[in-house]
C-alpha cells in the first residue's frame, strides 16, 4: 500500500499511524442513531471511529447546518410542524430550524434531537477528524466559515460537485479536498480530478475496480469507498488498497479491525 500519510496535511498526519484501516462513520453511526445529528456524531466517535462524515447545506440566513436532503420531510418532523410537505433547508432560517424535532423519525429515544450546525458538529465530532460533505451552499461562504472556525486546516471537505471543488480549491488552498463519485470511475473521468485540487478519491464501492484504485492510488491521492456495511464487500475495498472505508456500522468494524479480523484481506 502507498504510503498515504507521507505528503498529507495536518487531518491525514493524524490519521497516518491508523491501523490497519480508518473507519469513517457515514452520517455519525447512523445504523444506530438518527443521521447527521450530535448524538450520532459523539456516538461514532465513542465507538473508535477515526473520521465522521456528514453532510451540509446553509439556511435561508446562511448558516451551514447538516442535512442530507434538500427537503426536510425524511428526517424532522417539519410536515407536522409547518403544515405542509416539501418545505427546504434554504427556505428556514436557523432558528426556524431549531424548531424541528430532527430525532423522533428514528426513535423516541432521540426525540427532541435538533437540526446541528457545522460548528456543533466539528465540536461533537473532536478528536476524530471531520469529512464535510457540500451538499448545497456557496464554496467562498464554507471558506469563510472554517477560516472563522480556525478549522482549514483540521477537516476534509468533499463534494459530488467538482466545479464546486475546485472553486473552493482556488479561495482556500489549504483545505485537503475530496472528490466524490458515484459513476463509472473511468480513466477520463478520474482525470478530471487534476482541476479540482482533490487529494482523496472518494468513490461507490460498487462502482469502483482495480483498475481505477490502481489509477487513483499511482497518481499519489487517498483512496476512499462508501458506503460499505459487509464484510466481505469491506475486504474487497481494502484488497483495492482503500486507505479509508466510509460504513454505517462504525463500530463492528472498529472492533473487526482491533480484533485484525481484516488483515488478511489486503
Known amino acids: 500500500m502507498a504510503c498515504w500519510g507521507c505528503s498529507a496535511s495536518q487531518p491525514l498526519q493524524r490519521l497516518r499511524r491508523v491501523d490497519p484501516y480508518v473507519v469513517v ?146 479561495l482556500e488552498p489549504r483545505l485537503l479536498l475530496g472528490a466524490l463519485g458515484g459513476d463509472d470511475p473511468s480513466p477520463e473521468r478520474l482525470d478530471d480530478l487534476e482541476r479540482t485540487g482533490a487529494r482523496v478519491v472518494h468513490w461507490s464501492h460498487r462502482r469502483l475496480t482495480d483498475a481505477a484504485a490502481r489509477r487513483v492510488l499511482d497518481s499519489g491521492r487517498l483512496l476512499c469507498a462508501y458506503t460499505v456495511d459487509e464484510e466481505a464487500a469491506f475486504g474487497r475495498c481494502l484488497r483495492r488498497g482503500c486507505h479509508m472505508v466510509t460504513t454505517n456500522r462504525p463500530a463492528h468494524f472498529v472492533r473487526l479491525g482491533r480484533a485484525g479480523g481484516q488483515d488478511g484481506a489486503r
Open 25 to 170: 462513520a457515514h452520517r455519525g453511526a447512523s445504523a444506530d442513531c438518527p443521521e447527521n445529528t450530535e448524538v450520532a456524531f459523539r456516538t461514532a466517535v465513542e465507538a473508535g471511529a477515526q473520521m465522521v462524515e456528514f453532510d451540509v447545506r446553509q439556511s435561508k440566513d446562511g448558516v451551514w447546518v447538516c442535512m442530507h436532503d434538500a427537503t426536510l420531510d425524511r428526517t424532522t418532523d417539519a410536515q407536522g410542524q409547518l403544515g405542509r410537505s416539501g418545505a427546504r433547508v434554504d427556505q428556514l432560517t436557523l432558528a426556524e430550524l431549531r424548531q424541528l424535532d430532527a430525532g423522533s423519525w428514528f426513535g423516541q429515544e432521540f426525540a427532541g434531537a435538533r437540526v446541528a450546525t457545522l460548528e456543533e458538529a466539528l465540536a461533537a465530532i473532536a478528536p476524530a477528524v471531520a469529512m464535510i460533505e457540500h451538499k448545497s451552499g456557496d464554496p467562498r461562504a464554507m471558506a469563510d466559515e472554517l477560516r472563522r472556525l480556525d478549522a482549514v486546516e483540521d477537516v476534509l471537505v468533499q463534494s459530488f460537485d467538482w466545479d464546486w471543488l475546485e472553486q473552493l480549491h482556488a
